[in-house]
């Protein structure tokens, strides 16, 4: 197989939940896995889709575990989910569009090319029905990530916990509130704007 043809191994296996709080509480506080990244988005693609957060937990190497968790769908145990998936790993753009090319040369239909908040990627089916994704990095992850990834989780725990149905506005509003009160436990409580606590100057 030619060099520009090669995928780096795993990037992901996605599953879908219908109990976040205790899939959260497993891989995190049981096997004690970091979360380096979450996403959230009302809908996407082409037909309609309900508003999710995916959230993705760090098994090593490089690859991680991830689940989808839909606001406002009922858990069914019958239903098949169409977003079971297996992404695996390129490094580059030249790449993921080689790959592009090699699956519509082949007769494989492409059924999405996505950008989400890092990542960029190519979605077919194989003959079985599964979803297999290419993915490429549009940025290192970062400690930033990590820390938002940690604020996403509490934030849709408190929404969970709460006696509401959750919702993605919810969501993002508890979200909101967490981040400004960790910047204001951040900020000086005698001096908000930064300034030298002895003279009263402004940095800078």
Known sequence: MPTAMRTRGVDHAAYVTAKP??????????????????ITA???????????????????????????????????PEAKSPDYHLALHVDTEEELLAWRGRLEE????????ITHETIESIYARDPNGMVIEITRPLRDLTDRDRRDAEL?????????????????ETFWRRKAELVAKELDNEASPDDPAGGDPETGREDG
């Open 21 to 38: 709080a205790e899939t959260i509480r497993f891989y995190r506080d049981v096997m004690g896995l970091r979360t380096p990244h979450v």
């Open 152 to 168: 996403s989780i509490e934030a849709l725990l408190d929404c969970l916990a709460d006696d509401t149905e959750p919702t993605l």
């Open 42 to 76: 009302k809908g996407w693609g082409s037909r309609p889709h309900p508003d999710f957060v995916h959230f993705f937990f760090d098994i090593g190497n490089g690859d991680r575990l991830a689940f989808f968790y839909y606001f406002g769908v009922p858990e069914d």
């Open 106 to 113: 082949h007769g494989v239909r492409v059924i999405a090319q």
